[in-house]
């Protein structure tokens, strides 16, 4: 049975990426009934550890038992460090799970890219990304190579405005020389309002999740809708 505004959590663990996910629903997926469950220890307690530990999957996992026991017809974790939790959380509920990214790796996949960076302010991030870009490849593009490159900047963090963590994740993204990149990846939703600065900067599409993963649930969740789910708008 299709639900005319089915419910829709959204686990995060930062406010900015909250917010970020929140407006791209509303653009995207306005038909949802949006439940945000804010957890904002989750990505300092995965930086303190060094990465993902047992004790911090089992906390995303009660999470996610918590969204489903109050009736979630789909989830989507916007925190891209716990992106590894999704599978054992697809393996024990029956509906739709996504990923923070996964829907705009798949499109960045099917598109013209050659070399693509992913930058993060977060280092649990960066290799949370790769792996599911990695593993989306021989599905989406087997037939075509390509290059990923990362950056970090955990100074981008702490910036305090779009323009200025635009210029860390520049900074970054020169030092390591994947500002020729042919598209820049934003790794968290947290830096989305840095995305049009950083593509000035740049010169290259730069592109960011939260719309890509609004549109899947919303073909996934309302078939009539359609289940195309496009490369995301880029700025200039």
């Not at 990846?185 to 719309?211: I, K, N």
Request: include cysteine; proline fraction near 7%.
């Amino acid at each position: 049975m299709i639900e005319a505004h089915p419910l829709v959590a959204m686990i995060h663990a930062v406010p900015t990426g909250a917010r970020v996910a929140q407006e791209a629903f509303a653009r995207e997926f306005p038909q949802a009934t949006v439940w945000n469950v804010l957890d904002d220890r989750l990505l300092d307690d995965a930086r303190d550890a060094g990465g993902l530990t047992d004790v911090l999957r089992r906390r995303m996992l009660r999470l996610i038992g918590h969204v489903m026991d109050g009736g979630a017809r789909g989830l989507l974790l916007t925190c891209s460090s716990y992106g590894d939790v999704v599978d054992t959380a697809r393996s024990l509920w029956g509906v739709p799970v996504l990923k923070s990214d996964e829907a705009l790796f798949k499109a960045a996949l099917a598109g013209p890219f050659e070399r693509i960076a992913v930058v993060a302010s977060t280092r649990p991030a960066v290799p949370a990304a790769v792996a599911q870009l990695q593993a989306l490849v021989p599905a989406v593009r087997p037939d075509r190579p390509v290059d990923i490159v990362t950056a970090l900047s955990e100074a981008a963090a702490d910036a305090g405005t779009p323009e200025a963590t635009a210029r860390h994740l520049a900074d970054a993204l020169t030092t390591v020389g994947a500002a020729d990149a042919d598209a820049v990846l934003l790794a968290q939703y947290s830096l989305a309002p840095a995305r049009d600065a950083l593509a000035e900067l740049l010169d290259v599409p730069v592109l960011d999740g939260a719309g890509a993963a609004a549109r899947e649930l919303r073909g996934l969740l309302l078939p009539d809708a359609g289940q195309t789910v496009p490369v995301p708008a880029v700025a200039p």
